[in-house]
C-alpha cells in the first residue's frame, strides 16, 4: 500500500497550481516530555531546499535564545513510537528499500557531472564529461526533519542527567555545549544539477525573421544578438508554453562531512559526521526524541518495547551493501532556462580544459553577473532565481566529442512560477536582455568593485553575495569578462580582454608592479611592460615573456598571433612555453637571440610568483644567456 497523500504527490509531481506553495516544508524540533506531559522544544520550519542546508547535521541552530547541535533525523507520525526511523531503513541499503534513491556522480575536482539514474547504480567506470575514472555511487534519503538530541532532565539542577533516560518522564532537547564545535559541513550542499535535457526544447534566440520584434530592437541591438547567436544557443523547459508539465527536475544534495555523507542508526535516525561516532559504540546513544510510551499503552507491540524505550538506542550505524553511509537530499521540479556554449576554437579544447579553473572560475562569474541583473532588470524580488553550471560533451560535424558548458537559471521558488522561462517573453524581452549583458559587462569590468578600480577576482560591490557564499572561492570576474566578450564579440580571451576597455593594460601593468617586487629581492632588475609582454632586464640582458589565458589556445592569443604572422615557418623553434623551456634546458644565446616569444598562462604568474622569480634569475644569470 502506497502511504503517501494523495496532496503531498499531486504538488511534488506539479499538477497543481504551486506557486510561493510550501510543497517541502522541513522541521527542526526537540520532542520532549516535562512530568510525563509531551511538549515539542525547539520547533521552526524551513523550506527543505534551504533546510538542507541551514539544518545540516553537525550545525549550532539558536532557538529563543538557546543553541542547540542537529544531531538527527525526525520523522512525521511513525509507525513505531520507539524505533521511529525503522519503517525507513529496515531494508538498510539494499535496493529492496525505496525510501531511498542513487546519486551517481563524478568527483573530479570542476566537473560536476551528475548521471540522470536514480532507480540504480551507475555502469559507468568513467565520466563522460572529464574522462576520468572518478565515477561515485551512493544512496540518499529525502529527509521529513531534523532534530537534537533529546536527553533525561534533571529539573532540580536544570541540566542533563548521566544515566539512561528515565521512562521518558523528563526530557529535553540537549542545548549545545561550550566544547560542542559548530561543523560546517565541507563537503556543503550541492549546488543543484538538472537531471534531465533531453526535453528541453531550443529557443532560437536570434529573432531577425519575426518583423514586429525586429522594428522594435535598435541596429546595435540586433548586430549583439546576431553575434550573440554564432556561439550561445539559449533552451527553455517551457518552450511550448504548456506549464508546470514541462518543467525539469533538479537535485540537491547534502553531502555531508568532507563529502563522505552521515553514518545513520537505521532505528532511531541519529546521525554521526563520522565513522566512529556514538552510534558505533557498545554502551548506546541518546535518540533525537523521547519514546512516547504511555500515550500508547493499549498498543501491544509498544508494550513489548517499554524495555527498549528505558534505555538509550542500541543498534549500531547502518550498513549493507557495501554502503555505510547516506547522502541528504531531494529533487524538485522548477522552470529553467539554460545558456549553452561549446569550448572550441579559439577556447583551449584540450580533454582536460573543461576542468580548467579559470574557465569554470569565470563561467561561475557570469552565472552569478547574469542573476543579479536579471533580477534587476526584471524587477523580480532578490534569490527568486537560482543557477548553476552543467558540463557535458556532444558530437562535432567531424563526429568528435566537443565539451559544452551549460549555464542554467531556475525559478528558485516552490513549484516554479516561470520567471526564468519569460526571460524574452513581450515587447520588450530581447531589448531587456540586451540590456541584461550590458550591465553584466559593466558588473565583471570591475567599475563596480568596492574601490572602483576592481578587485582581483570578486567582491562585494560585483559579484559576492550571501546566495553564492559557497562559491565565494570559485568566482572570477576577470576571466568571466573575458570568456563574455568572447561569446559576443568572438574576441579570444586574452590579458586585455579581462580589463575595462578604457585601461586595456591594467592587469598586465598589476603582472609588471608584482613580479618587479619579487625580483627585487634577487638582483637589481627592470620590469616594465613592452607591447602587450613583460620585459625583464639586468646588465644588458632582456628577457621577454607574454602572458597569456589558460583558456585560449596559445595560437590564437592576440600578441602570439601577430608573432606567427611574421615567423610563420619558425613557429615550433620559435615560441616557447616557458615551463617547457626550463625543463629543456634550451636557454642560450643561440636559442634566444631576441626574436623569440616565451609565453606563460596568466595564473601561473599569481599562482607561482616566487618560483617564476627565482626561474627567470636562473636563466638571466647563465653565462650563456
Request: net charge neutral; with cysteine; charged share 30%.
Amino acid at each position: 500500500m502506497n502511504d503517501n497523500l494523495l496532496l503531498n504527490h499531486l504538488l511534488r509531481e506539479g499538477i497543481t497550481p504551486s506557486f510561493s506553495f510550501p510543497l517541502d516544508v522541513c522541521e527542526f524540533k526537540g520532542e520532549g516530555f516535562v512530568k510525563g506531559v509531551r511538549n515539542v522544544w525547539p520547533n521552526m520550519q524551513q523550506d527543505l531546499k534551504k533546510a538542507l542546508s541551514e539544518f545540516s547535521p553537525g550545525k549550532i541552530i539558536t532557538v529563543d535564545g538557546e543553541k542547540y547541535k542537529v544531531e538527527g533525523l525526525s520523522f512525521f507520525n511513525p509507525p513505531n513510537k520507539v524505533h521511529r526511523a525503522r519503517h525507513v531503513f529496515k531494508e538498510r541499503f539494499s535496493d529492496e528499500n525505496k525510501n531511498l534513491k542513487w546519486y551517481n556522480r563524478c568527483t573530479q575536482p570542476n566537473c560536476g557531472y551528475v548521471e540522470n539514474l536514480l532507480d540504480k547504480k551507475s555502469e559507468k567506470t568513467s565520466c563522460p564529461v572529464c574522462g576520468e575514472a572518478k565515477i561515485e555511487s551512493g544512496k540518499w534519503y529525502r529527509p521529513e526533519g531534523f532534530a537534537p538530541l533529546v536527553v533525561d532532565w534533571d529539573t532540580k539542577k536544570d541540566r542533563a542527567t548521566r544515566g539512561p533516560p528515565k521512562f521518558a518522564y523528563n526530557m529535553k532537547a540537549k542545548v549545545a555545549e561550550r566544547g560542542d564545535d559548530d561543523i560546517e559541513n565541507s563537503g556543503g550542499v550541492k549546488l543543484p544539477a538538472p537531471l534531465s535535457s533531453e526535453e528541453i526544447e531550443i529557443l532560437d534566440l536570434v529573432p531577425l525573421k519575426d518583423t514586429s520584434t525586429t522594428q522594435k530592437l535598435e541596429p546595435h541591438e540586433q548586430k549583439l544578438l546576431s553575434s550573440l547567436h554564432g556561439r550561445v544557443k539559449i533552451r527553455t523547459s517551457q518552450a511550448k508554453g504548456n506549464g508546470a508539465t514541462d518543467s525539469i527536475d533538479l537535485i540537491i544534495i547534502n553531502s555531508g562531512y568532507q563529502s563522505q555523507g552521515y553514518y545513520v542508526c537505521p532505528d532511531c535516525g541519529k546521525l554521526d559526521l563520522q565513522a566512529n561516532g556514538p552510534i558505533s559504540r557498545s554502551q548506546g546513544h541518546d535518540r533525537p526524541y523521547a519514546c512516547d510510551t504511555k500515550s500508547h499503552k493499549d498498543d501491544p507491540d509498544i508494550q513489548e518495547l517499554k524495555e527498549d524505550a528505558q534505555d538509550f538506542c542500541k543498534t549500531g550505524r547502518m550498513m549493507s551493501d557495501g554502503l555505510q553511509s547516506l547522502y541528504l537530499g531531494m529533487t524538485f521540479k522548477t522552470d529553467m532556462i539554460l545558456i549553452t556554449f561549446k569550448i572550441e576554437h579559439p577556447l583551449n579544447n584540450a580533454k582536460t580544459a573543461i576542468l580548467n579553473r579559470s574557465l569554470n572560475d569565470g563561467v561561475r562569474a557570469i552565472k552569478e553577473a547574469l542573476i543579479t541583473e536579471i533580477q534587476k532588470v526584471k524587477k523580480f524580488i532578490n534569490r527568486e532565481i537560482g543557477g548553476g553550471l552543467r558540463k557535458h560533451t556532444m558530437k562535432d560535424e567531424d563526429d568528435e566529442n566537443v565539451a559544452v558548458f551549460d549555464i542554467f537559471l531556475y525559478d528558485d521558488v516552490s513549484g516554479g512560477a516561470g520567471l526564468t522561462t519569460s526571460l524574452f517573453d513581450g515587447e520588450k524581452g530581447y531589448k531587456d536582455f540586451v540590456e541584461i549583458l550590458k550591465k553584466v559587462e559593466l558588473r565583471l569590468s570591475g567599475k563596480l568593485c568596492m574601490d572602483g578600480n576592481g578587485c582581483d577576482k570578486a567582491c562585494v560591490g560585483c559579484l559576492l553575495d550571501f546566495r553564492n557564499k559557497r562559491e565565494h572561492d570559485s568566482l572570477d570576474r576577470r576571466n568571466g569578462l573575458r570568456i563574455l566578450r568572447y561569446l559576443i564579440n568572438n574576441t579570444p580571451p586574452t590579458i586585455e580582454s579581462g580589463n575595462p576597455e578604457s585601461n586595456p593594460d591594467e592587469e598586465l601593468d598589476l603582472l609588471v608592479q608584482l613580479l618587479g617586487g619579487d625580483l627585487a629581492w634577487l638582483g637589481p632588475y627592470e620590469v616594465s611592460s613592452d607591447n602587450g609582454s613583460i620585459s625583464i632586464s639586468i646588465k644588458e640582458k632582456t628577457l621577454k615573456i607574454r602572458p597569456i589565458s589558460e583558456m585560449v589556445l596559445p595560437r590564437f592569443d592576440s600578441e602570439l598571433n601577430k608573432y606567427l604572422s611574421v615567423n610563420y615557418h619558425e613557429r615550433i623553434t620559435k615560441i616557447f612555453d616557458f615551463g617547457n623551456l626550463l625543463n629543456s634546458g634550451v636557454v642560450n644565446k643561440n636559442s634566444l637571440d631576441g626574436k623569440e616569444m616565451i609565453y606563460l598562462s596568466i595564473s601561473k604568474f599569481y599562482s607561482n610568483r616566487q618560483e617564476i622569480a627565482s626561474s627567470i634569475n636562473k636563466i638571466m644569470n647563465k653565462k650563456s644567456f
